[in-house]
């Protein structure tokens, strides 16, 4: 058993894949759910230090969050922080025919995880490149998961399944962490 740590999230896809990256290295995910106002800005850095500090407010234990977004190169970075409303807003279909039949399929997929020690906020952040599939493919649970294709690969994350988190940003942000929380002996 691991040392348990505190991840707050509603979404049960981000708790599964924090389980199974940060389960090898030592840490037992623990979730906790409470409703957290988000910050609404395309900075995705202030949104996951506002989010963390309010969580931490609402808590008084440590823990960690994190917000992951599409900056397309088409949009020049938009919607990074907005992520999830312009996600609501398009859904899959609309946004592969918006998205991935422009000269301009690129994008970024960004994570940034704020982990508080109750003195500190302190911030990974992990980044994969790749272009958005002219349609769907495969599972469309996971938000963008359907439409992402990292550069390198034919197949979607969501077509790649778990072994998505052997390459994605999520994996890079929370080995940063994982890293963090063994120098400072937080495991």
Known sequence: MGTPLRFLSG??????????ILGPVGV????????????Q????????RDKALKAFAHTGRLLFVEHTGLYLNHLNGFPGGLTQVFWDTL???RFSELFGNTG???????????????QQCH???????GKIA?????????????????VGYMETFAEMGDSKNNISMRKIAFDKLAEFLTAKGHK
């Open 28 to 39: 037992d995910v623990v979730p906790i759910r409470c409703k957290i106002d988000e910050l």
């Open 104 to 118: 301009n399929t690129a994008v970024t997929a960004k994570t940034v995880v704020a982990f508080i020690d109750g």
């Open 134 to 150: 002219t349609e769907p493919r495969g599972c469309r649970d996971f938000q963008w998961d359907c439409v992402f294709i990292p």
């Open 123 to 129: 911030m990974f952040d992990g980044e994969i490149l």
């Open 11 to 20: 979404n049960q896809f981000k708790i599964k894949e924090a389980e199974q």
């Open 41 to 48: 800005t395309t900075d995705t850095t202030n949104l996951v």
């Open 91 to 93: 859904q899959a279909d």
